[in-house]
């Protein structure tokens, strides 16, 4: 497995990171994160589900149902060198497959919390199917930055469904699911939502298990011979 990896490699914590369903890890929009949270000190580190990889050998394989993805998840997380915490999540489908396995996870002791960037609560266009049941009783700490514009869960719809008291969500005025806002109609832009994005996953880290002087140190993961670049 390959993980394309940034930031700088004494951070106290990594970040695992896996892309939203249409588009691949080094998306436009997955660089920017990953770029911006590198600047605020984590090594942040970027895979693809296989489904994804088959598309750059000109494979066009639609992407599966999330539930399927999480075995390729727990192996990207044994692919992750232990040596510090990891937070583990992703861009939308991303997070939710992350969201799907962080329990098991964090009860092991393998990571210290998840981030969701945009969480697809449910499809553009149908509120009524809901992508929360999972959520309710989750155990991990988690943290979803999520634009109050968001065609798969804004503001005023997330405000009202049931969340573990876990969860904490940073809300982005007038993002959209890539987090970006309209200057015009916000006064900000996506750099700037990018920036606070990052500044609010560090504050969030170093509130949360792992922070302290007393570190979570990640159970110890096979070495699956990760490719890093």
């Avoid at 999480?70 to 992750?80: I, M, Q, T």
């Avoid at 009524?128 to 988690?142: K, S, W």
């Avoid at 959209?176 to 916000?186: A, F, I, N, T």
């Avoid at 002087?213 to 990760?226: E, F, K, Y």
Wanted: a positive charge; one cysteine or more; proline letters at 7%.
């Amino acid at each position: 497995m390959e993980l394309l990896a940034e930031g700088p490699e004494d951070a106290a914590f990594q970040l695992l990171l896996a892309h939203g369903a249409g588009a691949p890890m080094d998306s436009a929009s997955m660089n920017a994160s990953s770029k911006a949270l590198a600047a605020e000190g984590f090594r942040v580190l970027r895979f693809e589900f296989g489904y994804m990889a088959a598309r750059r050998s000109g494979q066009r394989k639609p992407p599966p149902r999330a539930e399927s993805l999480k075995g390729e998840y727990l192996r990207a997380v044994e692919a992750v060198p232990s040596d510090r915490p990891l937070i583990v999540g992703g861009k939308s489908m991303g997070g939710r497959v992350a969201s799907m396995v962080a329990d098991e996870l964090h009860r092991q002791g393998k990571v210290a919390g998840l981030l969701c960037l945009g969480y697809p609560f449910h499809p553009p266009g149908k509120p009524e199917q809901l992508r929360t049941r999972h959520l309710v009783a989750l155990e991990t700490p988690m943290l979803i930055c999520q634009g109050t514009r968001d065609q798969f869960g804004a503001r005023e719809e997330v405000s009202i469904y049931q969340l573990s008291p876990s969860i904490e969500i940073i809300w982005l005025e007038d993002g959209d699911h890539d987090l970006k806002p309209r200057k015009s109609v916000s006064g900000f832009s996506a750099a700037d939502h990018l920036a606070t994005m990052a500044r609010g996953v560090r504050e969030w880290a170093r509130l949360h298990p792992g922070s302290d002087g007393n570190l979570i140190r990640p159970a110890s993961r096979t070495d699956a011979s990760p490719k890093i670049r």
